[in-house]
């Protein structure tokens, strides 16, 4: 098993739920989610204890979840209230219910031990809400890999300049070194480029013309939630790490689902502090990532192919791995400190 | 394997069968069958044992088949009558050939010791040929399942009302406990529903739209051939058990063809006590038919999906599952019995 | 490992190469090939030693080829020659480069040790560039099966009356007998037909109507380039064996690249000594052939989907296999030494 379990994992953006019955897989563990007659989202386990048919396949009876083979009856809790033709219910008739939390439009499942899970430690950023910053949800890019290559992509600012060079990247920072950052709980890897050309997103949302300074700053939160902030402003204004908020600044967030070793959905959205309230160019961002993460798409799953051949030899370790290869360490001390 | 080896397994309905060469498969062995100049459907080992290049893919020459890689000729008793190129046919150059008998418009082919091969073992039922029943063969519905999950459902009335809400089965019978005789060579599972609306396939069919009694009788003969004797009469009948001519009675059979693990042909047919010879209502019938089983087999996929992956408890058994379970118990004793 | 490693394989005809990265699989070994700049062909291990990215999906810069991950660049001898943002290149960069040679129109790589490649070891064939000879370049037929079936059945004239009874093959050779040579390097095959009707296509393309010698000698270079050499001519003419250049003589070349246990790559051409410069009778071979191999196609990729199934007895060896067993031990043997 690859998977941390004591973590919120992102089931799906708000809208994603309604009180029809949908199957949701989150680290091999399948679910059957809804929202029940106040709107509270449940979610248990998509597995009736009889014949293993799939709850999603049933119906939602009132706040139950009634099975579509033999109309066995789950509450909101997972305990069986009704078996059709028996008055007796068996200890055994239950099915698992899993914490759920909804916040900023997310809603959050908590896939380990019941009793470890609080609520404050589901993922937030200060941003959300404030009325300098526009959110905007942008979409779910379903990637055939491995949810470590995915989330290790995204502490990885090295790569930028190689697989997004006319989006997010350009010639200018090929040779500029990584900084990372592994002392705290949430990694970080980044660096300034400085007056240089800006890059095509820049172009295209900032109106940027003349040479900014950019960064690119990648926070990873484990398990697989990453934060990059980057942005640019003019040269003249020569600003400092602390002074990002006077420039043109984006968080673009990845929330990583891990469906199983070879599938990863990644949920992303972004906030701004320019464009306030302008759907266009919440919309032109949009398509703007959604080339970019396309390009990411195409080099991670090359990646998790390569992954399952045979090795002739290991695969080497560059400067710029510092930050994935602590954060695969992390992981799997955190799987480990689990089993134990 | 889990199959039972000595059975007479349905290869198909005698119309599937013609002099061309047809690929059959049935608990995994593949065969290949034709009709000889007689009109004799014969069954051979269908893999050359030269090359193994199935023998469907060579062409008949008169009775016998000859392969299309280099040749070799076999008779229909699988016996090695012509090497090409070379005058001795060494004792090795044969294929298998399995005993095949044709009844009731129905091809049956015998999977085991051809020693033990009886055709009075073979499935038949008196309404056959009677001037007072029709009998009409529907079609072969393909599952992604187990043999022994489509058999299973066969003889569980509890599954109607949940599974053919809106055809075989309504809310009326959902509470109604379901009776079970396992003493002799056919199981028996069954259930009336007294006083109760007519189910949309007796509202359509039957012509019934006051309260009717209903009954639902399901026999299960060894390995996996089903007869689902279900009608309905006026409730002011007050028919009996013995009485069910007196209502309008449907047979539905059901010949299961185990193909692998994961694939089962079901070919199903009917018999009748009403509307004889109306085609109409044969083609009415079929839709109605095939409109449930599709809900069947929707559901019996399902659980194939689900029996293969890991199972964090074991399944919980009901009530209801005494005819199930007998009947898997029954097979596992048979083929226990076989392979010692 | 069913291969042989030290021996010059088939990448493709000289016209699949150009500056653009190519991807090729030669015995599970993923290959990147480009033409250089002054149009030599390079081979590389397509697999980035860093995060295992085939080097395919990058791109090439000068001569040398850059990772589409982070940038890594390798030359045409494999060593990495830039790591973006890093001075030191460790001893570990590097890539395996393959000999590459061009003959006749075809690229040859050696996917062995490199220390043991000589281009003397790769196939050629005196009629190559004679001006009394025709040679056309035809297709490439992908086939799901084994090489070793896909070669044997390049050793074996008895299966053309039966897969070609209306192009290659027909009845009349159905039971001569076949003359098998062993004891050279390379392995024969080969029978004549005396005084029988013509072929489907030397009908078509000899314009033969009365009947004709014929003649069938298959030549099987190891590890898997085969030649067949078969051709007509007027009974009255009465040759023998060493005047067959006075008939319409056809040479076949097939060359084999295994790309893994259930696929091979059958590059095939023809030489001929008439029609000469013909471009519209080298069309019409070419359909014929397509024909014709597609045949062939269809029943070897039935064997190797049925040597994938439980075998419950040992095939049967004929007469007629002397020329595909003595060249499977063979292979073995060169495989076991090579391994030794």
Redesign the interface.
């Known amino acids: 098993m690859s998977y941390v379990r004591n973590a919120w994992y992102v089931a799906g953006w708000s809208a994603e739920f309604s009180q029809a019955l949908t199957p949701v897989v989150i680290i091999e563990q399948?679910l059957v989610m809804y929202r029940n007659s106040v709107g509270k989202v449940i979610a248990l386990?998509d597995?009736c204890?009889?014949?293993?048919?799939?709850l999603s396949?049933?119906k939602r009876v009132g706040d139950d979840v009634?099975?579509?083979?033999?109309?066995?009856t789950f509450n909101a809790a997972g305990q069986c209230v009704r078996?059709?033709?028996?008055d007796n219910i068996?200890s055994?008739?239950y099915v698992?219910a899993y914490p759920v939390h909804e916040k900023n439009n997310i809603v959050f499942v908590w896939m380990g031990d019941p009793g470890k899970a609080s609520i404050d430690d589901i993922f937030d950023l200060p941003q959300f809400g404030s009325p300098a910053w526009h959110a905007h949800q942008g979409d779910a890019l379903h990637l055939q890999s491995h949810y470590l290559n995915v989330a290790e992509n995204l502490v990885d600012p090295?790569?930028v300049?190689?697989?997004h060079p006319t989006t997010l990247g350009n010639a200018a920072s090929?040779?500029?070194?990584?900084q990372v950052d592994t002392d705290g709980e949430v990694l970080v890897a980044w660096r300034w480029i400085r007056n240089a050309p800006p890059v095509g997103f820049f172009q295209k949302f900032g109106g940027f013309s003349g040479n900014v300074d950019r960064w690119h700053y990648y926070y990873l939160h484990l398990p697989c939630t990453a934060v990059i902030d980057f942005g640019s402003a003019d040269v003249a204004a020569g600003l400092v790490e602390d002074q990002r908020d006077e420039g043109v600044r984006i968080f673009a967030l990845h929330f990583l689902t891990p469906v199983n070793e070879h599938y990863t959905i990644d949920r992303w959205m972004h906030l701004r502090n320019a464009a306030l309230g302008d759907e266009q160019a919440s919309t032109q961002m949009d398509a703007l990532f959604r080339t970019a993460f396309d390009e990411d798409k195409?080099?991670l799953q090359?990646?998790d192919e390569?992954?399952k051949?045979p090795?002739?030899?290991r695969?080497?370790?560059?400067?710029?791995d510092k930050g994935p290869a602590v954060y695969r360490r992390r992981i799997q001390s955190l799987i480990e400190s689990e089993i134990a």
Do not use: K
Request: net charge positive; glycine share 8%; hydrophobic share 40%.
């Open positions: 399948a386990e597995r204890p009889h014949r293993l048919l799939p396949r049933g009634q099975c579509g083979y033999h109309g066995m078996i059709p033709g028996q068996p055994t008739a698992s090295a790569h300049s190689f697989v090929e040779d500029v070194p990584v195409a080099i090359a990646i390569a992954e051949r090795q002739p030899r695969p080497i370790r560059l400067a710029i």
